[in-house]
């Protein structure tokens, strides 16, 4: 079958939903598939573009945007995307030589699959896989004009997501968050989590030898760092430790706008104690994984509905353990606490933080990283397959809904 993804993020992006895409794409041509991707040129972490003639066997990747300047303010940036992606779908859709049997966008964002929905046949099959409830981001921002944005950005959700034959969803919660708030029918929704995106579990590589010592304790962050990683308090709490805790030292792996100001702001001064490093190539993920002693799985409270961390599933595959900072009830605490794969903490108070994590920082080594990955297996497997997201986009295709037109 003829499958065209929508997304801007994609190959050769190294983390996040550009990550995530490659793999579905490089998946979806492994089962015998004719892929099509409409994508950016690079630009996440950054939000720099960077012309890319990268390529990817079996995927025919249509590139745009690498004229656009993307604005500080986060807010601009997302609407720019918005909008200009939208046109250059809607462009690039009409100069396909043969209409595709499978339509996948990946939200967000939204707004080009609003406008492209009212202009493909009603034979196209239409599976949405949603990364982020911008809806939920939406309300946590005040004032009128805040007010506007959040009223759109649920009206451009509700009519994407109302419009596909089939939606796939990270996590159980932002599901049930979607079909409650979007009134959703729930035969086309369905819970699929992000799937592990290594090659391998082993350490392979002496790259980041000099970077995470041996003998120390290496408290590590990597990946992107937004605003739902609550970023500030993520370096105040790591700070805390590495300067309060015997033999620990703490590292950010990062980059994008937040990244820089945090680095900016305090790389250099005395009481800084966290180090700062550049996002890790993926040929040494497994070498970052193998050297770190814990790993932080940080989530600014009112936002697990949203988005589960993509992460989640590569760091149970490596066996590293998990220090998760999330509200109580949240999906990536429930997920943590289910494998027996680490600690979770339920406040983000830098002081009880620091407090936690020095009482559980003897149970989170307890285990061997090679015996963790060993128990862990079966539900790694279980929970967070590409096969089961790869079967789940083609029933969609045999088995649409009754009433889909």
Not at 8 to 37: M, R, W
Not at 80 to 98: C, D, H, P, V
Not at 335 to 352: F, H, I, K, P, R
Request: with cysteine; aromatic share 10%; net charge neutral.
């Amino acid at each position: 079958m003829k499958v065209l993804l929508l997304s801007p993020f994609f190959f050769p992006e190294q983390i996040s939903t550009g990550k995530y895409n490659t793999y579905l794409a490089e998946a979806l041509v492994a089962a015998g598939h004719d892929v099509t991707v409409f994508a950016s040129h690079p630009i996440y972490p950054n939000w720099v573009a960077e012309i890319s003639n990268a390529t990817l066997p079996g995927v025919n990747i249509i590139r745009g945007g690498g004229w656009i300047n993307y604005p500080r303010s986060a807010m601009l940036r997302r609407a720019i995307l918005e909008i200009w992606y939208a046109g250059f779908a809607l462009t690039n859709y009409f100069k396909l030589q043969s209409r595709p049997d499978i339509v996948i966008p990946i939200f967000p964002p939204s707004l080009f699959f609003m406008l492209l929905d009212w202009l493909m046949p009603r034979s196209v099959c239409r599976v949405g896989i949603v990364h982020d409830l911008q809806g939920v981001y939406a309300t946590r921002m005040s004032g009128r004009i805040s007010r506007l944005i959040n009223g759109a950005i649920h009206y451009v959700e509700k009519k994407c997501f109302s419009a596909c034959s089939r939606l796939i969803f990270s996590s159980a919660s932002m599901a049930n968050r979607a079909i409650i708030e979007y009134q959703l029918n729930t035969e086309i929704c369905t819970v699929c989590y992000p799937f592990v995106a290594i090659q391998s579990a082993v350490q392979d590589g002496v790259a980041l030898a000099n970077v995470l010592l041996p003998d120390t304790f290496n408290v590590v962050y990597s990946g992107a760092l937004g605003e739902k990683q609550n970023p500030d308090s993520l370096f105040a709490f790591m700070n805390e430790i590495a300067g309060a805790q015997s033999n620990v030292t703490c590292h950010i792996f990062s980059a994008g706008p937040l990244f820089e100001r945090l680095r900016l702001d305090n790389q250099g001064s005395a009481k800084c104690k966290v180090q700062f490093h550049d996002l890790v190539p993926a040929e040494h993920l497994t070498e970052l994984y193998a050297r770190s002693d814990v790993q932080i799985i940080p989530q600014a409270f009112d936002t697990s509905e949203g988005s589960l961390p993509s992460k989640l599933p590569n760091l149970l595959a490596a066996g590293v353990p998990v220090f998760a900072i999330c509200e109580p009830g949240s999906e990536l605490g429930i997920l943590v606490t289910e494998a027996s794969a680490g600690e979770v903490a339920y406040t983000w108070d830098v002081a009880e933080l620091a407090g936690l994590f020095e009482s559980y920082r003897p149970t989170l080594v307890a285990e061997s990283k090679s015996d963790r990955r060993i128990r862990l297996q079966a539900f790694v497997k279980s929970k967070f397959s590409i096969d089961s997201l790869i079967e789940n986009v083609l029933v969609a295709t045999r088995n649409k809904p009754k009433g889909d037109n």
